[in-house]
């Protein structure tokens, strides 16, 4: 396999590879296309020169699009390495003007995004590309690589790290949970809360697509899943529910400070550990974003990396 995949970066065929790769992170020819700016029948004459030269298959249609073979997962690493260094390397002939261009980006978030990262997003935003539009779709983590790969989305925000091939993560920051409970709480006062108290009372924890599974888990670990009296799916309900009973919820503390600010809710400090959250955005792979699609990957990471410091 070594000597193939050597044979074919001797021979400069740079087409080929930018095409397997792409194939291979999109799995689908109608994305590969739109990514190359070929027609979909140049890139299924390049997927036959590619079999040919590897005698293999290599991707199988199936309904969920193309199923990689197995001599084709162990091409992906070696010629994916190969071609991020060549990108790499002339990355410099790359240009995208902020300041002139009009690009059309779409991202997803998840509520917590919307409520916590996207004002921060949106106040600088105008300043460095006062051309640039944003819509902005709700996350949804277990389709959001397939989003990517078909050239739907431009990038998302997601806290779990994602090991997918297919797409590269960004860090942007970690951040810890709070308990959040009405301001006027008859029980728990103070600055934090103990185990016994926390264990006394009735919860609400957010589960669905924003994929904070951390807070949930650690109540498990705890014995106190049977507290949990309601189960939804967004953080952004959570101050209203909270303000007016004696619920406690557990949240991140970037989003529950801005809930404290906004509503009548104070926070408590957990006596449980909670695995904090790792926040990222996610993109394409590097040799497969356009010019535009880089500089929005660096706008959003210099704009949310100390988001939590503020």
């Known amino acids: 396999m070594g000597q193939q995949t050597g044979a074919i970066m001797r021979d400069f065929d740079l087409n080929l590879v930018r095409t397997f790769v792409l194939l291979y992170e999109t799995r689908s020819v109608t994305a590969t296309a739109e990514a190359l700016h070929v027609t979909q029948p140049t890139v299924s004459y390049g997927l036959q020169k590619l079999r040919r030269r590897f005698d293999d298959e290599l991707f199988r249609r199936t309904g969920a699009g193309l199923a990689p073979t197995t001599t084709a997962r162990a ?82 925000i997601a806290s779990p790290l994602l090991g997918s091939a297919r797409v590269a993560r960004i860090p942007l920051f970690s951040e810890g ?54 189960d939804v799916t967004r953080f952004a309900g959570l101050p209203y529910l ?22 009548r809710v104070r926070l408590l400090e957990l006596p449980i550990d909670i695995e904090p959250a790792q926040v990222s955005v996610y993109a394409r792979h590097a040799h497969a974003r356009t010019p535009a699609q880089h500089w929005l990957v660096d706008f959003m990471r210099d704009t949310l990396v100390d988001a939590t410091q503020a």
């Open 75 to 156: 091409l992906y690493e070696p010629l994916h390495r190969a071609l991020s260094e060549i990108d790499t390397t002339v990355s410099g002939s790359r240009s995208f003007d902020p300041a002139t261009a009009r690009p059309a980006f779409t991202v997803c978030l998840s509520d917590l995004g919307e409520v916590a990262l996207l004002p921060r997003l949106m106040a600088a935003l105008p300043r460095q590309a006062p051309g640039a539009t944003l819509t902005v779709r709700p996350l949804d983590i277990r389709g959001a690589a397939d989003q990517l790969g078909r050239g739907e989305i431009d990038a998302f």
């Open 177 to 230: 949970y709070v308990a959040v409970v009405a301001r006027d709480h008859p029980r728990l006062r103070g600055r934090s809360v103990d185990l016994a108290a926390l264990g006394a009372e009735q919860h609400v924890t957010v589960s669905g697509p924003a994929g904070h599974e951390g807070p949930r888990r650690a109540l498990e670990a705890h014995g106190l899943l049977h507290r949990v009296v309601l």
């Open 242 to 263: 909270i303000q007016d009973s004696e619920l406690v919820a557990v949240a991140p503390r970037l989003v529950a400070r801005m809930f404290a600010a906004d509503h």
